[in-house]
């Protein structure tokens, strides 16, 4: 599964297309991620394969690509079709922010890319030892000051998407409602376009829905992590995206013979395999693979135009 296309990279058509006007592919295959797309909130129309722009700063851990690299990437995926990317300002290790690469690479922005960041239950800088840091993302200041360094690194008067982070804290000390309200008086402000909640239950799901419109759910989601299946309906039925983070296994590579064996039989490799199984899954499931290789994003991208047999479906549930 490769991209088929004789063209180098500076030749490839990019697009500027305005918001709402039908997107039609360029010949050769190329850009085959725009062929599928989603209504994010109603109005921001994405393609389902995007990019996750964590592994760009090697925060938490791990390697990172460096800083040219970490540009092209991003002007890659655009420049093939990507225009819903995931990040946050948080994601920032030793002076690397991804926001900041975000806007070197990709500012003044085209008209239809859609940033989602994310706000709340979160671990500034790479010391995960530091739960009460959890605990202060989620006041009202602490979520005041994360949408504010969110739009001052990215460069935007208002946030496309911004999720609800609830993280791993215990719910009866930080509860949802309180912060999904004041992001709610936030949008109000016209700081955020739409809202979203990451690390959820699908009672608080439920819940967030009658504080606030939700236009997309974040959580922890793949072939072999599918707890949340239920909720991947739930949303489906709901017409809200749901966006799994570590959609080929996050720090742990998914790695199964099944995989090997779907994979060989297309002559695609496993991260494909695992990226194609989730489109078909659910029409409302978007991707945000996320990689410091431009190879690697060359091959999710082109995940998008592998179509998984019955047979293949049947293997891998
Ligand atoms: N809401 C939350 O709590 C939360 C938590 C975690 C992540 N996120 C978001 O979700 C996004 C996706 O998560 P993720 O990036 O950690 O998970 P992922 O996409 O499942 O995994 C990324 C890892 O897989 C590797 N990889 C990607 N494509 C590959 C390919 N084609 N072949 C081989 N290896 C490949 C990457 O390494 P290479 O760089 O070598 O390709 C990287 O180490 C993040 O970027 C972030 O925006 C959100």
Redesign the pocket.
């Known amino acids: 599964m490769k991209l088929s296309s004789g063209r180098r990279p500076g030749k490839v058509v990019t697009r500027r297309r305005r918001r709402g006007v039908p997107f039609t592919p360029p010949p050769l295959g190329w850009v085959v991620v725009t062929t599928e797309r989603w209504t994010l909130g109603g109005d921001l129309g994405v393609a389902r394969i995007g990019y996750?722009?964590?592994?760009l700063t090697g925060w938490p851990r791990?390697e990172r690509?460096g800083r040219e690299t970490a540009l092209a990437v991003l002007r890659r995926a655009v420049e093939l079709g990507v225009n819903h990317i995931?990040?946050?300002h948080y994601?920032s290790r030793d002076g690397v922010a991804a926001n900041e690469l975000i806007r070197e690479a990709l500012s003044p922005y085209p008209d239809d890319l859609v940033i989602v960041t994310?706000v709340g239950a979160l671990v500034e800088g790479a010391d995960l030892a530091r739960p009460a840091a959890e605990k202060t993302g989620l006041t009202p200041d602490g979520l005041r000051r994360g949408v504010e360094a969110n739009l001052r690194s990215l460069g935007v008067d208002r946030l496309d998407v911004v999720?609800l982070?609830m993280g791993d804290l215990d719910r009866d000390q930080a509860p949802l409602a309180g912060p999904l309200e004041t992001l709610l008086a936030l949008r109000e402000e016209g700081l955020i376009r739409h809202l979203g909640v990451?690390?959820v239950t699908a009672a608080e799901f439920e819940q967030a829905r009658t504080i606030a419109p939700i236009a997309c759910v974040?959580n922890?989601y793949?072939l072999a992590r599918r707890d949340d299946d239920p909720l991947v309906d739930a949303c489906a039925e709901a017409g809200i995206a749901y966006v799994p983070?570590?959609?080929?296994?996050?720090?742990q590579?998914l790695t199964a013979a099944r995989l090997d064996a779907v994979a060989a039989r297309h002559g695609a490799?496993v991260?494909?395999v695992a990226l194609a199984w989730l489109l078909a899954r659910s029409p409302n499931i978007l991707l945000?693979?996320?990689?410091?290789?431009l190879a690697?994003l060359e091959?999710?991208v082109a995940a998008g135009s592998l179509k998984l047999t019955a047979e293949d479906l049947a293997d891998l549930d």
Do not use: W
């Open positions: 996750g722009a964590m592994k791990g690509p995931d990040t946050s994601y994310k999720n982070r990451s690390n974040q922890l793949n983070f570590f959609p080929v296994g996050g720090f590579p490799t991260p494909q945000i693979s996320g990689t410091g290789s690697h091959e999710n």
